[in-house]
């Protein structure tokens, strides 16, 4: 029996939406390590094009191309470039995300006393832009790279969810409720293009500090915040989880030698948090 341990990625193209983060650069650095030229999408090209420099000065792959994910016609002009460049897609990593402070309490309990953003504050606009990103953000760029994998082999389609869909955490309402979207969409996803060789699955990452939630983690002096301590008292690990912890799941998903059979399932990389009943 030969052994399915390949992580060749050699004349795919992958696309990456979200780039210009600190997860998603991690993956087209690692998805161009194993041989891949990667199209690194995101609305803030200028972060995703150092990265790209920075993986090309490595001896890769990678080009950065504004894209506004919430804008079909933005998505279908960065695509016309990426088959002009490097041909048609292979593998579309849904990382385009996030949280907005207008869709967020101040306060993890309401209590009439409160001074702050309240449950009742929310602005419909906040909730509906944070929902938009994390969902039609990747329901858009499926429908435009997509068909560039019917009937191809060895395509895959990677969304990102996150801890919040299995349990939601306080405060964010909203990106919680998105992101549990982003599972079930996987698993629609997994069996509408079942039948044409495209197989699509999430990671859902725990704990792990990024450009977007480092001032949430950490004060201005370096020191945790409260919410913090709360997280790593919550994680059996007692740590967060470095960006690099996210790559195997990544090579295992994306490689058909090792996953062909795997189809529609999210997989937590979240050093046991779901696991903890908090006893």
């Known amino acids: 029996m030969k052994l399915p341990l390949n992580t060749n990625f050699d004349n795919k193209t992958v696309v990456i939406t979200g780039a210009g983060g600190v997860l998603c650069g991690m993956f087209a650095e690692a998805m161009s390590l194993a041989g891949a030229k990667v199209a690194m999408l995101d609305i803030n090209q200028e972060a995703a094009q150092k990265k790209a420099e920075f993986i090309t000065s490595q001896g890769g792959v990678a080009k950065a191309y504004y894209c506004n994910v919430l804008e079909k ?3 279908e002009q960065a695509h016309n470039m990426i088959i002009e460049d490097m041909g048609s897609c292979d593998i579309l990593i849904n990382g385009a995300g996030g949280n907005n402070p207008r869709a967020t309490t101040d306060a993890e309990y ?20 944070v929902f938009n990103l994390n969902y039609m953000g990747s329901l858009l ?30 405060k964010i309402p909203a990106y919680s409720g998105a992101k549990a979207a982003i599972s079930n969409y996987t698993q629609w996803l997994a069996v509408h293009f079942s039948k044409v060789g495209i197989r699509c699955n999430a990671i859902a990452p725990g704990f792990f500090v990024t450009q977007q939630n ?3 983690l950490f004060d201005e002096n370096g020191n945790p915040t409260p919410r913090t301590e709360k997280i790593i008292n919550a994680t059996p690990m007692e740590r967060f989880g470095e960006a690099e912890e996210l790559i195997g799941t990544l090579y295992y998903l994306c490689n058909e030698e090792m996953s062909g059979f795997v189809n529609g399932v999210v997989i937590p990389v979240d050093g046991g948090f779901a696991a903890y009943s908090g006893v």
Not at 112 to 127: A, N
Request: charged content about 25%; overall charge negative.
């Open 110 to 129: 309401f209590n009439t006393d409160d001074d702050g953003t309240t449950f009742f504050d929310l602005e419909p606009e906040g909730v509906e832009f």
């Open 214 to 216: 480092e001032k949430l």
């Open 73 to 75: 016609k933005s998505i």
């Open 141 to 170: 760029p499926t429908q435009v790279f997509a068909k560039d994998m019917i009937g191809k082999k060895g395509c895959c389609i990677i969304n990102i969810s996150s801890m919040n869909a299995f349990t939601p955490l306080t």
